[in-house]
């Protein structure tokens, strides 16, 4: 059993915290959010502590039941994080008005355009819908970004299972938005 799935237990009986089970997984989230940022364009800036923190405080005081549970919910709260930001950007494209605030890690370094995340977000809510586990492992690979290890790991896969299932998602992914324009 992992720490994290220790942890968990734990916190369902009341004997752990919230803070402890936040020490246990902050090093592992931040490095993958700045992994995921290392991989971006330049010129957005949301930071990797940001994300973290944002999807920290996103994920409430749900009961999980595993690593894989909470890794999935960590990843459903960057997506809509990735999301939200996206759309804000899109408003203001459009003459929301808005002036620019920059805060200290308070922005995300974004790879695709905003309308293509969007495009992205719905194209994975369609995939839900056909097929929840390759909706879950594409969503830890491409907003959590993850390795194919870790998204194994995160969702009690064989490494070579989890990569049939990534194949299958990306190729879906890339069909409908080669269909959708």
């Known amino acids: 059993m992992s720490d994290v799935t220790l942890i968990l237990s734990r916190l369902e009986s009341g ?4 803070e402890q089970l936040l020490d246990s997984v902050y090093q592992e989230l931040r490095r993958l959010a700045q992994a995921k940022i290392a991989r971006e364009r330049a010129g957005h800036t949301l930071q990797a502590t ?12 749900e009961n999980w039941e595993n690593r894989r549970h909470f890794f999935g919910a960590a990843a459903e709260a960057m997506r809509r994080i990735l999301v939200d930001h996206a759309r804000r950007k899109n408003a ?16 995300l370094v974004l790879n695709q355009p905003s309308e ?29 970004g993850l390795t194919m290890q870790e998204t194994a790991d995160a969702l009690g896969l064989k490494k070579r299972k989890a990569e049939g299932i ?10 409908r938005l080669r269909e959708g324009g």
């Open 166 to 175: 990534w194949e299958y998602g990306r190729v879906w992914l890339h069909r």
């Open 92 to 107: 203001a494209k459009r003459g929301g008005g808005l002036g620019v605030v920059e805060l200290d890690e308070a922005l």
């Open 50 to 61: 940001a994300l973290v923190h944002e999807a920290w405080m996103n994920l409430g005081s």
């Open 116 to 144: 293509e995340l969007l495009s992205i977000h719905e194209i994975i809510e369609e995939l839900e819908q056909e097929d929840p586990q390759a909706a879950e492992l594409v969503k830890l690979r491409y907003f959590v």
């Open 15 to 18: 004997e752990a915290t919230g």
